[in-house]
């Protein structure tokens, strides 16, 4: 089993902050994606990188693949309160179609 | 499409009762996928089908849960007999071919066995 390790586990900031949660696996993946969970929900897919050294930006948030495939970063530019969820990450073990996912990162944004 | 539909979004039972659970994938996807999401242990793979074939079990985590799909439309989730241990947030998913297109998951049910 392949596993995604997130950190940080919590974390707090306050509007307008910048902030980077992380992904992390000895394991090579085909690809990496990113979801986004509100409570009360289902996780809802933000991103999916595929190339090593991959960027991909979507409004605030920049998402970036390791050269090696094996981590990830997210990257989020002046918070804003609707940015508050659980941060997933999730690895496509190679010929599979399976996804392993992360605990997550569990963020809170303050007005 | 309204997306992947779960049901219920809310389940208590006594511990021995048994429970099942609901989910509609998404016309047209070929995958469909269980999880299960404690605080401990993140979000869990139990089954997962493809073109209503059951793939890998190998996350059931006991023989009171079974999982079937009698057509693309439709999975249960059955647990029996139930056990406190088992409350969790049940997830169901469904994808297109490949798991690269991303999973779009349902709402959710929440178990709590008491």
């Known amino acids: 089993t392949q596993l995604l390790e997130q950190s940080p586990q919590f974390l707090s900031i306050q509007e307008g902050e910048n902030l980077t949660v992380y992904c992390n696996s000895s394991?090579?993946?085909?690809?990496l994606q990113w979801y986004r969970q509100e409570p009360g929900e289902g996780p809802v897919l933000l991103v999916t990188?595929?190339?090593?050294?991959e960027v991909k930006k979507l409004k605030r948030l920049t998402f970036q693949f390791g050269d090696a495939r094996k981590d990830s970063s997210l990257h989020i530019t002046a918070a804003q309160p609707g940015d508050t969820g659980l941060y997933l990450c999730?690895?496509?073990?190679?010929?599979?179609?399976?996804?392993?996912f992360g605990k997550g990162t569990m963020l809170l944004v303050s007005p | 499409d309204a997306g992947v539909i779960q049901s219920p979004r809310h389940e208590v039972t006594e511990m021995g009762q048994e429970v099942t659970l609901r989910c509609k994938p998404i016309s047209g996807h070929d995958y469909l996928f269980w999880y299960r999401q404690t605080m401990m242990r993140g979000l869990e793979l139990l089954i997962y089908?493809?073109?209503?074939?059951?793939?890998?079990d190998s996350g059931m985590p006991e023989d009171r849960f079974s999982a079937k799909m009698p057509n693309a439309s439709f999975s249960t989730l059955k647990i029996q007999p139930s056990e406190p241990r088992d409350s969790a947030v049940y997830f169901c998913a469904s994808s297109l071919i490949l798991a690269a297109y991303g999973y779009t998951f349902g709402s959710g049910t929440r178990l709590t066995v008491v």
């Open positions: 394991s090579v993946f085909s690809s």
């Open positions: 990188v595929v190339t090593g050294g």
């Open positions: 999730a690895g496509e073990d190679s010929g599979y179609s399976t996804l392993t």
């Open positions: 089908f493809n073109n209503n074939v059951p793939i890998d």
